[in-house]
C-alpha cells in the first residue's frame, strides 16, 4: 500500500528489513503493487490513505480498550483493512489476489453483519441524530467512523475510472454503520446519555 512499501517479491518478506526512506517519492510520486508510479495524489492513492487512516484510528482505540472484546473485534478489522489497502494499490489486482491474506471474502462482510445485529439487539432503538460524542473510546469511534465515511468516498470516487472490488465497497459501508454502534454501546455500557441533535 502507497505509505507503507512491502518487500520485493524476490525475497521474504520475513528476511527482507525495510528501509524507512527511499528518496523515490521526493518528487511527489510513488509506487503501486507491480512497480507503476503515479502522483502522490492520485485517486487510488487518495484511497489507500484513507483507509490507513481508518486503520490508524482503530489502533487508537484498540490501544484504549487492551484485552476486551471491542479490542479483539477491531483487531481482525484492521487486519481486513491492510488487505482492502493491498488490494486497492494493486490496479491489475494480480499481486494482491494471490495472496490469501489479502482476500475479502463475503464471510467478513457477514461478520461485520452479525455484529451490528447483535449491538442492535442491545441498544435502545434510535430515533433522533445525536452528537458525536460521549466517553474517551466512543468519541475516538464515532471519529472513526467518520474517516471510514471518508475511506469509503474515496473508494466510490476511485471506482468510477477504475476496477475496484465490489466487496470492498460493501464491507466500508458495513464498518461504517458498525464503527457507529459500537460507539453508541460504548456510552450506552458506561451509562452515558446519547446527545440529541
Not at 528489513?17 to 487518495?46: C, F, M, Q, W
Not at 484492521?78 to 488490494?87: E, H, N, T, V, Y
Request: proline residues 7%.
Amino acid at each position: 500500500m502507497p505509505g507503507q512499501r512491502p518487500p520485493s517479491s524476490t525475497t521474504s518478506a520475513r528476511s527482507e528489513t525495510l528501509k524507512i526512506y527511499t528518496k523515490t517519492g521526493d518528487g511527489g510520486e510513488t509506487s503501486l503493487l507491480g512497480g507503476e508510479r503515479v502522483a502522490k495524489d492520485h485517486p487510488r492513492v487518495a484511497a489507500c490513505g484513507d483507509v490507513d487512516e481508518l486503520n490508524a484510528a482503530l489502533g487508537g482505540v484498540r490501544a484504549d480498550a487492551p484485552g476486551t472484546d471491542l479490542a479483539r473485534l477491531l483487531l481482525g478489522v484492521q487486519r481486513d483493512l491492510f488487505a482492502i489497502g493491498a488490494r486497492l494499490a494493486d490496479p491489475n489486482d494480480e499481486r494482491a489476489s494471490k495472496r490469501a491474506k489479502a482476500a475479502i471474502p463475503a464471510t467478513r462482510v457477514r461478520r461485520l453483519e452479525r455484529a451490528i445485529d447483535r449491538l442492535e439487539a442491545k441498544l435502545p432503538p434510535l430515533r433522533v441524530f445525536v452528537l458525536p460524542a460521549g466517553t474517551p473510546t466512543a468519541a475516538a469511534l464515532h471519529r472513526a467512523r467518520a474517516v471510514c465515511r471518508r475511506a469509503e468516498r474515496s473508494i466510490v470516487g476511485l471506482s468510477h475510472d477504475a476496477e475496484v472490488n465490489p466487496r470492498i465497497v460493501v464491507y466500508v459501508n458495513r464498518l461504517s454503520d458498525l464503527l457507529f454502534l459500537l460507539a453508541r454501546h460504548e456510552n450506552f455500557g458506561a451509562g452515558r446519555d446519547e446527545e440529541p441533535w
